[in-house]
Nanobody
């Protein structure tokens, strides 16, 4: 069974930075397209960013483009989300997710296509 464990969430002031990590168990991490989603209180879970198997292809939601950076280390079975210039509207639970079948990332990924999910880590941005 594949397990995803997020870490790095916390409380930060607007304009600050956080780096989220997601550790993935299993031997086939490099075969997964990875993504970060987030869910704010009272809202649906939304796509934030995704990264292809080799780390070359990446896609960002317009709301985070230029501020967030996704990366992965296949040797460490991990994916990361560097978040800069944080805004109060970035406050949400951030989830790491894996897709076994996608070939790459050329657009936003659907939460319904993701095969594995972490339990999430809370990011709170104060104004």
């Amino acid at each position: 069974q594949v397990q995803l464990v997020e870490s790095g969430g916390g409380l930060v002031q607007a304009g600050g930075s956080l780096r989220l990590s997601c550790a993935v168990s299993g031997r086939t991490f490099s075969n997964y397209v990875m993504a970060w989603f987030r869910q704010a209180p009272g809202k649906e879970r939304e796509f934030v960013t995704g990264i292809g198997r080799s780390g070359v292809s990446r896609y960002y939601a317009d709301s985070v483009k230029g501020r967030f950076t996704i990366s992965r280390d296949n040797a460490k079975n991990s994916v990361y989300l560097q978040m800069n210039s944080l805004k109060p509207e970035d406050t949400a639970v951030y989830y790491c997710a894996a897709d076994r079948t996608a070939a790459g990332v050329v657009g936003p990924l659907s939460r319904y296509d993701m095969d594995y999910w972490g339990k999430g880590t809370l990011v709170t941005v104060s104004s």
